[in-house]
């Protein structure tokens, strides 16, 4: 089954000559004159009904699977549910209505949001300051990279220019790092998925910026040698970079700070419960320790007056030896809200039990699958394991036919084929939030299917089945396009 087997009609075929779904208001304001350059003489959109267009984009969202559907194990995306309290607390008409331009005094609720917000954060990973603004968790990366450079500079340190990235980390830990413009040295792991401490040793040089290291790492193990390697880097003059993305198994347990690091930038989309996906919204915080303060992107929120009557009083500020901006204004502000909503409804015990249950869930997910899918680093996880999508008793089968038939059980496939050092990787990250219930029929499925994958594997390669749309022929679909295009009418 190459091709898809529905195909969901475009609005402007669904387009009806008087059709009108909305009426604007009255403009309150008055008319401003639009320069004739700018001036369309038609704008052809689809007329269709209010009805119209609420069915059209209702149906198209149950193509998609989405965590209030079903069960996400998305490893390394921390795909939880996210509290419908988070929701009504960002769409609070005092912050949903704002502007980032207002002046300072008419927005001190929001400021005040970001300033207990950066505290709460400072205090889970343990480091001396905090910058709101980066807008995801790559931005973040680039950002804590930058920061990391700029000190080194700061201090005549210019022929610094390498960033030691492990194996096992995240994908886009080179890919920042390249772009600062670091030459990236990648270190292998061991064969118990850590860092092979030799090999990180050899290149601890005079010329080290830093390391940057997700722990734990994304085959869901703790770096049992953390300290060492965070000695290893220190001695060399260099800084040690933590990717926080993973923080889901840390939260309440473990803290960046406390291990020795400098840098570490966390996914408030992930760990702190915003849905996320398909582009956004994210934010990627950046934490630092004391000796990076001043070098954060700004501004940042600080209390700039203290009354005894009327409270603190507080104001956007720029650190005296600031990267500068990395994102306009001061960084996504509705994920910000939903996070400090969700560490003020769980308070500090309730965080250490988010971490608590999911390392349990994925290890119960660990044990019961162990005996049927190779798990190649097969020790006690953290938030997440990577098993193997193969058996040398079934050859065709390989992990992406597992992960389309899943989706004939209702579940969303795990990440595929990442990290690089597992062979057709599963990753597979049940998060806190599910049940034993749910853990025991994702169980059931994937036991299901490594039958099928021996006894009937055309099952696999021909799934899903039960699905609005087919497998899509990947290569087909980049080397065949099939484009739409209107004919607009020239502006004038």
């Known amino acids: 089954m190459s091709e898809t087997t529905i195909r969901e009609p475009l609005l402007v075929e669904l387009s009806s000559p008087g059709r009108r779904g909305v009426r604007f208001p009255e403009a309150d304001v008055p008319a401003a004159a639009v320069p004739e350059a700018l001036r369309r003489t038609s704008l052809p959109l689809p007329e269709l009904s209010e009805v119209d267009v609420v069915r059209h984009y209702t149906r198209l969202s149950h193509f998609n699977h989405a965590v209030d559907i079903d069960f996400y194990p998305l490893g390394s995306c921390t795909m939880k549910y996210n509290p419908k309290v988070n929701e009504d607390m960002a769409r609070l008409p005092g912050f949903a209505h704002i502007h980032p331009l207002q002046p300072e005094e008419t927005v001190q609720g929001a400021l005040a949001v970001m300033y207990y917000l950066q505290e709460y954060l400072k205090e889970i990973v343990g480091m001396a300051g905090v910058s709101l603004q980066p807008a995801a968790g790559a931005h973040g990366e680039l950002t804590g990279v930058l920061i990391m450079r700029a000190y080194h500079r700061s201090r005549g340190d210019t022929k610094r220019n390498k960033i030691l990235v492990p194996d096992s980390a995240h994908g886009t830990n080179p890919a920042s790092s390249a772009m600062s413009g670091m030459r990236v040295v990648e270190i292998p792991s061991d064969d118990r998925g850590n860092i092979d401490l030799a090999k990180l040793k050899a290149e601890c040089d005079d010329t080290l910026v830093g390391l940057m290291i997700t722990n734990p790492n994304t085959l869901g193990l ?271």
């Not at 971490?355 to 019961?368: S, T």
């Not at 049927?372 to 992406?400: M, Q």
């Not at 899943?406 to 969303?412: E, N």
């Not at 994958?453 to 980049?478: C, Q, S």
């Open 222 to 492: 703790f770096e049992e040698h953390i300290e060492e390697v965070v000695q290893a880097v220190h001695d060399a003059g260099g800084l040690v970079y933590g990717d926080g993305a993973n923080l889901n198994a840390l939260l309440g347990i473990a803290r960046f700070g406390d291990m020795g690091f400098d840098v570490v930038h966390l996914n408030l989309h992930k760990t702190f419960s915003t849905p996320h996906g398909g582009g956004g919204p994210g934010s990627g915080p950046v934490a630092v320790a004391q000796h990076l303060v001043d070098f954060l992107p700004g501004p940042i929120v600080e209390v700039v007056d203290e009354d005894e009557e009327n409270g603190p009083t507080y104001g956007l500020v720029m650190p005296r030896h600031s990267i500068g901006r990395v994102k306009a204004f001061y960084g996504h502000f509705g994920v910000m809200v939903r996070a400090l909503t969700y560490i003020l409804s769980l308070g500090g015990e309730g965080l250490r039990q988010v971490a608590e249950d999911a390392v349990l869930n994925a290890n119960y997910l660990r044990v019961q699958l162990q005996d049927t899918y190779h798990i190649p680093y097969n020790r006690l996880c953290k938030h997440e394991f990577v098993a193997e999508g193969r058996w040398e008793d079934a050859p065709g089968v390989r992990a992406l036919d597992i992960s389309k038939r899943l989706m004939d059980f209702g579940f969303h496939p795990p990440t595929n084929y990442f990290p690089l050092i597992v062979h057709e990787a599963l990753m597979i990250e049940p998060t806190e939030t599910e049940s034993k219930r749910t853990l025991d029929a994702f169980v059931a499925a994937m036991k299901q299917i490594a039958r099928e994958a021996r006894e009937n594997p055309e099952v696999l390669h021909e799934a899903p089945h039960t699905t609005p749309f087919g497998r899509v022929d990947e290569v087909k679909a980049a080397r065949e396009l099939v484009l739409t295009w209107f004919d607009w009418p020239q502006q004038g």
